[in-house]
T-cell receptor, first 112, second 111 residues
Framework: DAGITQSPRHKVTETGTPVTLRCHQTENHRYMYWYRQDPGHGLRLIHYSYGVKDTDKGEVSDGYSVSRSKTEDFLLTLESATSSQTSVYFC???????????FGDGTRLSIL | KNQVEQSPQSLIILEGKNCTLQCNYTVSPFSNLRWYKQDTGRGPVSLTIMTFSENTKSNGRYTATLDADTKQSSLHITASQLSDSASYICVVSPGDYKLSFGAGTTVTVRA
């Protein structure tokens, strides 16, 4: 298995609170991605990173921010969580657009 | 808009039987198509990846086909096992990070 660790694996929080999810890789891959997965939808890209301090928005970036201060860590922050952000969040890594992205096991986030 | 449609949404098969999952896409440009398996509570794991010039690729009991002209792909599972119970996701790449994901087909294998 590719060395990707997501933390926490589960979190329940209240509307309006800030939340930070962490993705840690041991593969030294350049590219890191955050997706969300919701019932009836395919995975949707939130943000991605193509290097330390280099990030860009995906298709569903509103309400989310990211940071990457080290190659191995990619953080996803919900500044003020809303119920619509209840989802399962997956981190992925990759080094080449033609190679399969490797996914972490996800963080299940519930916002009440 | 780039889209990936998978069918059926779910299916139930008996252990030992075969099944075929379908994927139709409208993504353009096209670079490659991937099939992933996602077990409950886990992240997706890659099964196969096919570029424009490949029309068949196998991974054990999984065989994927691609018809780039009709923009269709299928995933065939041979002699199903209980461990094949999972969601199978079709993903199309235009050649960069902008992958288009299908919603998946949930397969349940019954003893």
């Amino acid at each position: 298995d590719a060395g990707i660790t997501q933390s926490p694996r589960h979190k329940v929080t209240e509307t309006g609170t800030p939340v930070t999810l962490r993705c840690h890789q041991t593969e030294n891959h350049r590219y890191m991605y955050w997706y969300r997965q919701d019932p009836g939808h395919g995975l949707r890209l939130i943000h991605y990173s193509y290097g330390v301090k280099d990030t860009d928005k995906g298709e569903v970036s509103d309400g989310y921010s990211v940071s990457r201060s080290k190659t191995e860590d990619f953080l996803l922050t919900l500044e003020s969580a809303t119920s619509s952000q209840t989802s399962v969040y997956f981190c992925a890594i990759g080094s080449d657009s033609n190679q399969p992205q490797h996914f972490g096991d996800g963080t299940r986030l519930s916002i009440l | 808009k780039n889209q990936v449609e998978q069918s059926p949404q779910s299916l139930i098969i008996l252990e030992g039987k075969n099944c075929t999952l379908q994927c139709n896409y409208t993504v353009s440009p096209f670079s490659n198509l991937r099939w992933y398996k996602q077990d409950t509570g886990r992240g997706p794991v890659s099964l196969t990846i096919m570029t424009f010039s490949e029309n068949t690729k196998s991974n054990g009991r999984y065989t994927a086909t691609l018809d780039a002209d009709t923009k269709q792909s299928s995933l065939h599972i041979t002699a199903s096992q209980l461990s094949d119970s999972a969601s199978y996701i079709c993903v199309v790449s235009p050649g960069d990070y902008k992958l288009s994901f299908g919603a998946g087909t949930t397969v349940t294998v019954r003893a």
